[in-house]
């Protein structure tokens, strides 16, 4: 009898709580239709399933509207506040669950922890409260040292305001310095978490958001009701699918002109869904929800505050700023034509690559008998001052053949690093090699220095100096492995309630099963860092086989990747769209701490034309990662293999990067340090002029370069914003004088449009063929005046040595021009390997010129002042910039 009571009291509470979320509803006041939130995500939306789903029904007139028409009722929520509290470093909330939702193994107690972890950042995470769930091992974030706080919300030293929702699951973020609302998910979206669907929204400040890659967008993102799938996957990059990386952080401007960052920590699968109230809703199929806010107020204050927690970016070394060429689908013999004629045509260059046609069978770790004076070549390559690249998949042949041992599969066993299948074995794909793959697991233990036996291995035969990871999404020629995925797990892992939009359908599609097993956990939870782990040990091994800065580039990305390499934005077309498209692509991989990045130039896919690769080439040579490299059986591509247009494009483009590395060399160490960008799109210099917030056809180097490339065929001129401040050109030295106008700029077909921004010096190096020449000449600096004003820095080092920042191994030098006064001030003094010495000096914007001129007090006569282009030129100064200088006039 006593079950039964209990039965029955049961009942009556479930019915009486069902009627109490209804008479909530009931009293809601009706949703405007940009604020609606989609009750039905996936599948059919009818009436009858959306009011059993305790949801909103609003048909519209028309035929089709992109809001649901399912929504949730603003008042909608799931679970009860039992506690809120404050702590030492914020405050700690706990939920019951009040209304369980249609997704499986809803989460009965739920714990929310804020805490203020420095004065710009504040965490944010929703945990099960009772049971331990998945959190992603890697990146290990940068944790603060918690300090006490005062308890009162007005004494607390931060830039934010948390406001807790009375009700339900939420929290508003405020500014404190202004009051404003940056993120509000009290009350709205449906709060579900249940084991494998959790689902979160907020009201944002602005429409201006950035970020959320790996996609195929516009730079400012698409809300309009726009899903953003993060799962990485091996597919050509092409508009509203999900690309080869998962990066879930947003920046965003807003009205003021400060701007914030969001990141969620989280690896698993998930569609990130904007919409133009602004709102955005985070649907993730497994982990917890852990957010980071970033208080900027600059764009640039929010990258070096996301840098600072997941990794600052790597140094690369000073050889891999120079330009790459590379192609799949060439023998040995086209490798050596393309380097006769690139040298007999004179184009600065530095690093060759070989695509997995050097490999035995396309087998990992192995060389061809087609490629066997490739370690000859390579050395040649090396006596000339140039370096070697070879590409590496993490797939590894998974059966032993014609009587002879494949070492890395034998190796592979019998330290037991595969990933396993649901029956404990390796789990066996298909990628290039002919017979089967199987893959490392690079979160086991032994799973490093395995990988490093076999890359020291190959190094012993081919002296490379750096290595291209590619298809470690993973990618897989077949769905799941060869047997399927079939196991009692298969229905939890490989298809749970909700799969988010990813290409072709289902989670293993053209990768491996999500039920398979790494030391770290199932691959449902870790697919999205794959690369990273793999990334991560190629690092180390590459830092302690060689003993100087590793040069990695990797396909597959995960917030912390840019601390260990730099990407390439994959199989993109020779198509104009394409070229167009990289702009947006590079300054994105800068918001994500990845400066190292650059598009194929000319392509990947199809046929490049003349006139595409002359206008490419120019672009590329302003790409931080600057790599020629196009697809089997395309027609070659390397400039000299196109005729005299695409050569001079070449010659001139590339000469000017090579003129410029000193200045690029330096912001990659500003990227290592500070956490900055290389490339920066115009509104992170101008951020109250809200007339920059879309441009991605135009972008800065630093702060002080504005590059400006011809983006369509037949097009002699660009046309472009000039935001309110004084422009010279690059070429000629003339002023640009603009309020914030848009200009015509001449753009002949050899030459990419360049402008220097008032205000700034630029440090540069007379170029030479190669890096290792250029690194020997002398420097030259070149001032742009603003107000009669300008400020620059040179760093150098020997390019290579490992934590030459750390060692304190390197020369940096401060620039000041005030007035009539140029002036240096060394800051550091402890490389002194190769010359350093400042011959020339240009000075722009220049209006009247001098009498006389004194270095260190003592008279100088070698000056030019041009008065029609108002530039001042000193000549043969022969400085040695390790001792500070100051010239007068």
Known sequence: MQLQYDYIIKIFILLFMQFFFFLQIYYCHSIPNELKFDCIPKGKSDEITCKQMNCSWTPANQSFTQWPWCYYPECYNSYNTINISKTSTGIVAFYNLSIASNYKKNIQILRLDVTFETTQRLRITIDDAVQIRYKPPFPKINDFKGKPIQRNDSLIISDFVVRIAKKGVGFAIIRKVDNTVLFDSRNIGGFIFSDQFIQFSALLQSNYIYGLGEHRTNLVLDSNWKTYTMFNHDSTPKPDINGYGSHPFYLLMEKSGKSHGVFLFNSNAMDIILQPAPAITYRVIGGILDFYFFSGPTPSDVITQYTDIIGRPFLPPYWSLGFHMSRYGQTFEDLVQVYNRTIEAGIPWDTHWNDIDYMDNKNDFTLSNNFKQLPEYVNCLHKNGMHHVVILDPGLKSRQSNGTIYVPLKDGLSDNIFIKNSAGQPLEGKVWNDIGTVFPDFTHPKATQFWKNQILNFYNIVKFDGLWLDMNEPANFVNGDFNGCSSFKSDHWESPQYIPAIVGGHLNYKTICMSASHFAGVHYDLHNLYGLAETMSTHDALSDIRNTRPFVISRSSYPGFGHYAGHWTGDINSSWDDMKQSITDIINFNLFGIPLVGADICGFHHDTTVELCSRWIQLGAFYPFCRNHNGQYMKDQDPAALGSK????????????????????????????????????????????????????????????????????????????????????????????????????????????????????????????????????????????????????????????????????????????????????????????????LQNITILGIKQGPTNSQVNGIPFNDYYFNKTEQVLYFKMLNLNLRTPFNLTW
């Open 646 to 837: 695409v050569l001079l494009s070449a010659k001139k483009s590339l000469s000017t990067r090579y003129y410029l590395l000193p200045y690029l060399y330096s912001l990659f160490w500003k990227a290592h340090v500070h956490g900055e960008t290389v490339v920066r799109p115009l509104f992170f210099e101008y951020p109250l002029d809200d007339r920059t917030y879309d441009i991605d056809t135009q972008f800065l180097w630093g702060a002080a370069l504005l590059i400006l490339p011809v983006l369509k065929e037949k097009n002699h001129h660009v046309y472009v914003y000039l935001p309110k401040d004084i422009w010279y050109d690059f070429y000629n030295k003339t002023a640009i004088m603009s309020d914030g106008n848009h200009f015509v700029i001449t753009a002949s077909a050899d030459t990419i449009p360049l402008l220097v921004r008032g205000g700034y010096i630029i440090p540069t190096q007379m170029p030479a063929l190669t890096t290792t020449l250029s690194r020997k000449n002398h420097f030259e600096l070149l001032a742009a005046t603003k107000h009669d004003q300008a400020t620059g820095f040179l760093f150098f080092d020997d390019g290579k040595s490992l934590d030459a920042w750390k060692n304190d191994s390197y020369n940096k030098v401060q620039f000041n021009l005030a007035n009539s006064t140029f002036s240096s001030r060394v800051d550091m003094n402890s490389y002194i390997d190769e010359p350093f010495v």
